[in-house]
């Protein structure tokens, strides 16, 4: 038996997955109120990503809450955990080379601080996905905004928990005045040279 | 503003990425005892992989239990929670495309099936790294059973906790008997057929 079966190497570096993948892995980081048009944008920016040769996944309520994150409810405490997974998980990604696009309200400063610190500043692209909640609320595409209205929802993003508008996000994008297609060519024009090796 | 701003399309297919990185996502865990030879098949494995044109991420303690499952101890159900994390990580990893390699002992079949139901048969690819205990013992890569013979460290596979072998593993292999090389020409033959598209 070889001598060097237990010597211990690293593990491929990053930079290999990366080069193969001919982009860098990122975080991309969508905040914003419910009905901002987190999710929309998204799929526009996966598409458009993809279209461009890239490998992007998208992480949101839909493939974390009923999964890794299943069991976490809404306290202070359960927010910052599931922020927290998510950051981590989403770290592990990044790490093995993929672009992600992370669709969470992600309401408070202390809650983006916190998966860009788990992330790393260099590697966290936060998107703020603004739109004023007048116009979210008369959207309403989940009918969300009349259940908490109504009471139904406690603690619920812009009725009766605050919203902090992050103070230096990477890219701002206004669905209130803007297309989608204008949208998400600003977020291409800022995002494309910080995925590009 | 148009008014399909909130049509809700799915995201783009696992077989979208699968095709661009003309690989099938899939998990390859590895279970075994310590100084068993995981992490250097891994490592092997991983390399192999990589030349051959894939994209492969190594999931191992080193990258879980000071990230994701920091807190997590060693209770049954501390253990239980540890793997629940990793087999939905993998499971993200694997709709995104690509394939991770597991390193856990997971030692019971408890565990193992909580891994598989989560990941889904198909993408569960075991493999048992086998090492008879006094083998493993006599390496003591890490000095670990050293310490658990002095009583240091509790609930130790193999000395104060039991390990259960897989019933009917995809692949075995053996490292008291065959050298890396041998063991990683097995598990490529194995795996090639489920990886590729």
Known sequence: MSTNLFKVDTFMPRGDREQKLKQRGRVIWMTGLSGSGKTTLAHA??????????????LDGDNIRHG????????????????????????????????????FVS?????????????????????????????????????????????EIPDFTGISSPYEAPQSAFVTVDTSKYDIAFCLKQLLNAIEPRITL
Chains 1, 2 share one sequence.
């Open 45 to 58: 920016l996966e598409r458009a990503l993809f279209n461009s040769g890239h490998i992007v996944y998208v």
């Open 68 to 103: 890794l994150n299943k069991g976490l409810g809404f306290s202070e405490q359960d927010r910052l955990e599931n922020i927290r997974r998510i950051a981590e998980v989403s770290k592990l990604m990044v790490d093995a080379g993929l672009i992600t696009i992370n669709c």
């Open 107 to 151: 309401p408070t400063e202390a809650l983006r601080t916190l998966a860009r610190t788990i992330i790393g500043a260099e590697d966290f692209l936060e998107v703020h996905v603004h739109c004023p909640l007048d116009v979210c609320e008369a959207r309403d595409v989940k009918g969300l905004y009349a259940k908490a209205r109504r009471g």
